[in-house]
């Protein structure tokens, strides 16, 4: 079974997929939704059929601080549709601070062109927000 990370955004969702074994994490795709939910549960019903998934991890976007941003109540209404699509697939959360910054500057090592950076960044956050879960259980925490 494989684990599925969303980097959730206003316009983009960021997906990122474990191998079958769960061992690596890759990037998918970024969905570009514009604030329509239903596009990105539509995808994600079609990446279901593809895949066998057991788990969903979602990026929770907490304050450097640790206090909840705006977007968290935003992020938890789209895991309460998640919930409510999506019944059997555990859901999961942890906290995305600083995923997008180590996205920029991954892609800016590997010399990234600008204008490709748009598309890239959201699924690469995905990919960081997954390794993060898979490193907590692979620890015990």
């Not at 604030?35 to 990026?59: A, M, P």
């Not at 977007?71 to 998640?82: C, D, G, I, P």
């Not at 919930?83 to 959360?93: A, D, H, Q, V, W």
């Not at 204008?115 to 960081?128: E, G, R």
């Amino acid at each position: 079974m494989r684990k599925l990370g969303i980097d959730y955004g206003d316009a983009r969702v960021g997906l990122a997929i474990t191998d079958e074994l769960g061992i690596t994490a890759q990037g998918l795709e970024t969905i570009h939704h514009h604030g329509n939910d239903k596009l990105v549960l539509k995808r994600l019903d079609e990446i279901f059929q593809e895949y066998e998934i057991d788990t969903i991890v979602i990026g929770m976007p907490i304050n450097m601080d640790g206090s909840k941003t705006e977007r968290v109540e935003v992020t938890e209404k789209f895991m309460h549709k998640l919930r409510c699509k999506f019944p059997k697939i555990k859901l999961e959360t942890v906290d995305e601070r600083l995923t997008t910054v180590a996205a920029h500057k991954t892609m800016n090592y590997l010399n990234i062109n600008k204008n490709k950076k748009k598309n890239i960044v959201d699924t690469l956050s995905a990919v960081y927000i997954l390794e993060t879960y898979m490193n907590k259980i692979k620890n015990g925490i």
